[in-house]
């Protein structure tokens, strides 16, 4: 209920004919006095809000929850403090006295020292920077960095990836069907009869050992052989299905 | 008036043309790495002590460094029409609080103000660039905290936050103490501590 | 440096605050209509031959004056910050192709690598100044042969490109495994030829 207009934010900060909250309003009871905040009277201090509060005939009530919640509080220090001191009273109320007193002076510290920061030579106002600077540009560039390591072992990754389809073509001994061409087409020139296409295999393949090679070449001649009879170069005969094949270079 | 050295003139160029102030280093970067940081300290020293008397100068805003024009022309400079940011009481308190108290949070604030900071505030603060959130503090709740920018001491003119009119006051006479925002708010709240954990959730 | 009078302060504060250049009459709207038009130009004068050698200067434009940094720093206002970058992995095994085989297409590199290059590896290459074209093969398309420079063995500390290890002293190295081709990253995978590994390879 006294606290209806604390939960209410549209009205948190409450503005009493002007005041900022109770210690606002305690703060300037204060500072009438004019005596330093260090010396100044709390008991005086609080009777004069307390008066001031119950002056206040235009307060709207339900606006001014902080205000009398601090009355009470004010109250109940004022009585502590002239009432003769009770050891087991918690806390001592010349200590909340002087919380209080503390309290007002840092506020009106902070005040002042609001006031004092407003004063500054503020840029814009006292002083100014310059109106129009070229700027400054920063122009960003990669400088590339690698070690001798990584460009080797670049290499040696790369060629590790690809040597071995390189090694498979170098180890298996093939003829290639340009290399049968040339020698069937070469050869048949020089004989006038039929020959046997395994007679144009090159000698390399007809050794013991190379019957790899041997079949490579025999295909690639066999190959050439077909090629060369499209051309009309050479003729073919041959007796029966796996018969010996025969070739002849067409008569001119 | 005096000839300056290569990297004296280059510095003094560097610090004209830039439109914020510069940290020793970003002018290091531009003027070229060969200065150390105490070559362009120094070459700032000798440019500070030729300014001295003239229309503008270089000052020191926190580790940074800038022209300005001099304080005592602001009647030759300042535009009728132009004023700065007018903030509301409770907006140049604040400040003044998370100035002299940094880092602070917001039940801190309002501990020492006595009332509850209206929304806006802080807001008004922050997109002034005068204010940042800084962290939180490890308590329960973790709320944040506030302190100022370095935009905060190129505007108010300070060279460091020691530069805080009176501070050096302040803290002796122990009204800069760290703020128990429980005990201030039993003081003058009386009972009902339950507020205060609820406004530390929305700080 | 001197300490000029009160006018020439004004003035050059003025000036060191406008965002704009300024006219005599504007400067003078400023300084105070005192001054005569005569009076703030010779404070021109004398701030003008006060700035000479310095790291800024007042300018003339048209009939208006302004500050201005001397254009010899331009260079310093300017700065080329270097950021130190690695090679993508494409980038080192592209590089080390062409310091193995060159001259070489871009075609060919593709071949011994096994995968398209994408188009930024080259030009990082040529950036670096590590790579440099170097004529065309005369084939058809006559393709763009590229090779190694002298910054390219200076960087890498080789006299000639023959002081690269060969294939034997890489397999010597343990440089030669097979490696997961899967780690080869994105960029380079690109679309995927066919064109692996036709050609012979060695150095």
Redesign the interface.
Known sequence: ML?AA?MD?AQ???DLDGW?????LLLSLARAQRVDLRTISILSLVEQYLAYVDDAHTLKLELAA?YL??A??LA?LKSALLLPRDPSVEPDPDD?AR??Q??L???D??????????A?????????????????????????????F?????????????????HVVVDRAVMTLEAALERVSMMVGERLDWSRVEAFLPASAVVPGAERFRRSALASSFVAALELARQGRVELRQAAPFAPLYLRATPA | MTRPDALVRAVEAVLFAADAPLTLDAIRAHVGAIATARDVRAAIEVLVEDYVGRGFGIVRRGDRWQFQTAPDLAHVLRRESEEPRRLSRAGIETLAIIAYHEPVTRAEIEAIRGVQISKGVLDVLMEADWVRPAGRREVPGRPLLYATTAAFLVHFGLKTRRDLPGIDDLRAAGLLDPVDVDVEDRTDRGSHESTVAKRDDDA
Do not use: Q
């Open positions: 606290y604390r934010d948190l900060t409450l900022e909250g109770p210690l606002d902080d919640v601090m009470a509080w109940y909340l919380r209080l503390h309290r002076e840092r506020l510290a902070m005040r002042e020292a609001g006031a004092r920061l407003m500054c030579d503020r840029t814009g106002r006292d002083v100014f920077v310059r109106g129009a600077p070229e700027g400054l540009r920063t122009v960003r560039k990669a400088v590339w960095t690698a070690e001798i990584d460009l080797i072992a670049a290499y040696g990754r790369v060629s590790g990836r690809t040597r071995p389809v390189m």
